[in-house]
Nanobody, 115 residues
Framework: QVQLVESGGGLVQPGASLRLSCAAS????????MSWYRQAPGKERELVAR???????TYADSMKGRCTISRDNAKNTVYLQMNSLKPEDTAVYYC?????????WGQGTQVTVSS
């Protein structure tokens, strides 16, 4: 059974940092492109960052310089380190795994940035 379980979200003040984790199981993690998406209320889901199996990364312009995606293939886990958080970063953050025609989603973790 495929599972993607996100953790690490929460309520933080502007300027704070958070580290999200996504623990994967039920598929060959190292083969998959892993991504973080987010969806704010009333908005479409958007890509935040992506990392391929070899480690090459891609970031959304809105998060460049403020976040780092990484993966630990031995632990079947992908991380998203976010710094200098802003109120507009408030959203549900989703983990995604993609390989060929297969794509899987986690349930999401809420990140709220507010003073």
């Amino acid at each position: 059974q495929v599972q993607l379980v996100e953790s690490g979200g929460g309520l933080v003040q502007p300027g704070a940092s958070l580290r999200l984790s996504c623990a994967a199981s039920g598929f060959t993690f190292s083969n998959y492109v892993m991504s973080w998406y987010r969806q704010a209320p009333g908005k479409e889901r958007e890509l935040v960052a992506r990392i391929i199996s070899a480690g090459t990364t891609t970031y959304a312009d809105s998060m460049k310089g403020r976040c780092t995606i990484s993966r630990d293939n031995a632990k079947n886990t992908v991380y998203l380190q976010m710094n200098s958080l802003k109120p507009e970063d408030t959203a549900v953050y989703y983990c995604n795994a993609w390989y060929g025609i297969r794509t899987y989603w986690g349930q999401g973790t809420q990140v709220t940035v507010s003073s």
